[in-house]
């Protein structure tokens, strides 16, 4: 009798020799357009909490189909984490959505970025604005302890269509309040981390675009937090384009300025996506 030919998945699996190649060690799905997934991490690699690097895998070419992702991971994590977008005709996320444990992506170890610590000035309450897949720099600031020694407050926004697309916000914020190494660093502190998640498209306990609530006063009577302040607030932005220009002129009519790592500044902005 022959041996039946084990069935390959080729298209999520790039040639192992690859100099920049790291292997896959977790995946979850979180919807049909969302997962995280994690990779062991090169020693070598040195980033700030915040910043991003180009990942990807070998396209039908022979060459590497790369992309833009924000480390979720904190820094001092012996693994990388990423949260991605599934773009069913996506190039790179078309197949990316279908890796596994034990598969290798290509990461090249240049990390970049501006929603870092360093391009902003000091300041007592932190505003982490999110839509989408927006959230994955700020998975990695929040469970940064750099964050809460340079804030007094930290304000997690995340704006999503639907009450699923919220799942890993919502889950990681849950899990660090229960987590033992930030229970010890924020003790009775551990309510300075708060969470605003909202929905556009689907009915959950709050509603609406970040920027109508901002608009309205809504968000701060919620959270019983003054309005925005440059002598106290610092904001940190990341979503698509349309939500960055939205959030940044409301930033910058409330005094706030923007920064850069050569010029840090009242408020930072990245895109989450380009189109
Ligand atoms: C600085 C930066 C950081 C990024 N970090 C991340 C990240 O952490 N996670 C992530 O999933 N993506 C991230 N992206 C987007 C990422 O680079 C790719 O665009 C994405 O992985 C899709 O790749 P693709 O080849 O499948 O499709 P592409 O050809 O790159 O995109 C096709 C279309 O899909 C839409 N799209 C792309 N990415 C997203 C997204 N994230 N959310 C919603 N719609 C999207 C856009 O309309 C785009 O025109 C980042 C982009 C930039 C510029
Ligand atoms: N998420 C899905 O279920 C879905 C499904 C199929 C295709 N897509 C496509 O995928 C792309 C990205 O979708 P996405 O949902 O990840 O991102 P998105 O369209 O940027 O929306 C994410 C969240 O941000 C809000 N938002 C968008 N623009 C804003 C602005 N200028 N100011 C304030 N809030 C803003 C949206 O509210 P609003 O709902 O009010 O816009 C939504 O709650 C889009 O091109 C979309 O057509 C998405």
Known sequence: MTEAKPVTQTAARPVPTLPDAQEVTEVQHYTDR?????????????????????????GDNGKPL????????????????????????????SKLQHIAPGDQIIL????????????????????LFATGTGFAPFASIIRDPETYERFEEVIVTHTCRDVAEL??????????????????????GIDRLRYYPTTTREESPKMGRITTLIESGELFRDLGVPPLDPAADRGMVCGSL??????????????????ANSEPGEFVIEKAFVG
């Open 34 to 58: 969302l997962f995280r997934f994690r990779t062991k991490r090169p020693q070598s690699l040195r980033f700030r909490s915040g910043e991003f690097v180009m990942i990807g895998l070998m």
């Open 66 to 93: 790369l992309r833009a992702y924000s480390i979720a991971s904190p820094s001092w994590d012996d693994e990388l984490e990423f949260y991605s977008i599934k773009v069913p005709e996506g190039p790179l996320t």
């Open 108 to 127: 090249r170890p240049k990390p970049v970025g501006t929603l870092v610590h360093d391009a902003l000035l000091p300041g007592k309450r932190l505003w």
């Open 167 to 188: 799942t890993y916000s919502r889950e990681m914020i849950e899990g660090l309040k229960e987590d033992d190494l930030m229970r010890e660093l924020l003790g009775d």
């Open 242 to 259: 349309a939500f960055n220009l939205d959030i940044k002129a409301l930033l910058e009519g409330a005094g706030l300025r923007e920064g």
